[in-house]
């Protein structure tokens, strides 16, 4: 989140670090409620547990879970699982470690809140290195960077996901039947383009992240998980026949709680689906598995359902860019100009990634770049180095820095071995035959 934020409702400054006079420094951090300028934990502004943990699984199950068969095919049915086994108490951990490294400052330097940017900052400037110490504000760009480009791309693909999901069951509704056992070849009945869908999903998205408030969007996160939920179980039925938050809580205390558990959660999700879905489907599993289910009518209302939930995820992935970029030009405009500028920059972004589906409207490609761009970067590359910059001078085992930089390591691998891999697809795609069912989007 960016630091830059305006004292009003809708941009408060998180960066304040004054406690009350009554209070020592000491007491502002136990309980986080100063009476100052600054607003923060334990307001009756902030988010619940329940809150919190529904934007934790919201922000973690969208399309990419659907996509996870499709992975699992790529690595093996043994390989598959094991790796987002793996991946996830991994990427669990450095979650752990950031939140950890984040506490760490907030009580070295009496601050009662510090974000990601902040807590990498401030770790370069506990460094032995002396460059990285006199550059420390680059960590900060660094990390609102690869947010920027890790949430805006998961917009990104929910634009391609729409349109491919929508576009499915219109032209396949002529063919669409009762009979859920037969996954049964039918005649597609051509309809516009799928970049004409997404053009025609952006007015609304433009309306939908003109709602600012993170609390106000825990109302379409539940929305959102229930009809997820909904799909879930019956993509589930189906293919078992053949087989940042904490920054916003009333209650930061329970976010270890809910992290991990919220965590376990997705993981055992993460897997499941992964591995029955492959088992399924086999070799003709495409980018989302709501493209392989069969023809009938119960089975189109699960894309549609699923539909619904990733289109207000929108909003929820929309904030963490909104909330970096937004403020920095909204600071700069007089105040009457304010609510302008905030709504045309938001309409712009939400432009931006709607071109940027339509130059790449493969599914399965869009994921695999924003995940390996900047979600290895900033789930597995940077928390370990942080961990070592920031407690190198309180006495580190040398089994924790082993570990920590096998961390990045595998981290800084999957970043370059899978863009390499992706960006040579996106150049020269595979010559591979696109198996077609009767529920493929296009070729």
């Known amino acids: 989140m ?12 998180y960066s304040s670090t004054d406690v009350s006079p009554e209070e020592s420094p000491s007491e502002g951090l136990n309980n986080f409620s100063s009476s100052g300028s600054y607003q923060r934990f334990g307001e009756s502004n902030g988010t619940t547990w329940f809150q919190t943990l529904i934007h934790l699984l919201k922000s973690n199950i969208g399309t990419g879970l659907l996509g996870l068969p499709l992975a699992v095919r790529n690595a093996g049915i043994l390989m598959g699982p094991l790796s987002l086994l793996v991946i996830g108490l991994v990427a669990v951990h450095c979650m752990g470690i950031l939140v950890k490294c984040a506490h760490h400052f907030c009580h070295r330097l009496n601050k009662p809140f510090v ?45 391609v996901f729409l349109a491919d999901n929508f576009k499915q069951v219109i032209e396949a509704a002529n063919g669409t039947t009762t009979n859920c056992h037969n996954n049964e070849t039918v005649i597609l009945t051509p309809t516009m383009d799928s970049r004409l869908y997404m053009l025609a999903f952006l007015p609304f998205l433009v309306l939908l992240v003109f709602v600012r408030n993170l609390q106000a969007l825990s109302i379409f996160s539940l929305l959102a998980n229930i009809t997820m939920v909904v799909s879930l179980v019956m993509i589930y039925q189906f293919i078992v026949q053949v087989l940042p938050l904490e920054n916003k809580m009333k209650d930061p205390r329970k976010f270890s709680f809910i992290l991990y558990g919220g965590m376990a959660i997705i993981t055992v999700l993460y897997i499941s689906l992964g591995s029955l879905g492959y088992l399924q489907f086999g070799a003709k599993i495409q980018g989302s598995i ?120 595998l981290g800084f691998v999957g970043f370059v071995v899978g863009t390499y891999v992706t960006l040579y697809e996106l150049i020269q795609p595979s010559s591979t035959p696109v198996f077609i069912n009767s529920t493929s989007a296009f070729v």
Not at 2 to 13: A, F, G, I, P, V
């Open 115 to 159: 974000d990601y940017g902040d807590t990498v900052m401030y770790g370069l400037e506990a460094s032995p290195i002396s460059w990285l110490r006199n550059n420390a504000r680059w960590g900060r760009h660094t990390v609102d960077f690869f947010l920027i480009v890790t949430q805006l791309g998961f917009c990104c693909v929910y634009f």
């Open 290 to 409: 709501t493209l392989n289910l069969p023809n009938c009518w119960l089975y189109q209302s699960v894309k549609l359902l699923y539909s619904i939930g990733i289109f207000f995820t929108y909003a929820l992935q929309f904030y963490v860019p909104a909330e970096i970029i937004i403020p920095f030009f909204v600071a700069r405009v007089p105040e009457h100009w304010k609510l302008v500028v905030d709504l045309s920059m938001r309409t712009m972004l939400v432009c931006l990634t709607c071109v940027l589906a339509i130059l790449i409207p493969r599914l399965d490609l869009v994921i695999s770049l924003v995940g390996s761009v900047s979600s290895s970067a900033l789930a597995l590359i940077i928390p370990p180095l942080l961990e070592i910059a920031t407690y190198h001078s309180e006495g580190m085992s040398p089994v924790t820095i082993v570990k920590d930089a096998l961390i990045s390591l």
């Open 2 to 13: 960016s630091t830059q934020r305006l004292r009003n409702e809708d941009y408060r400054d």
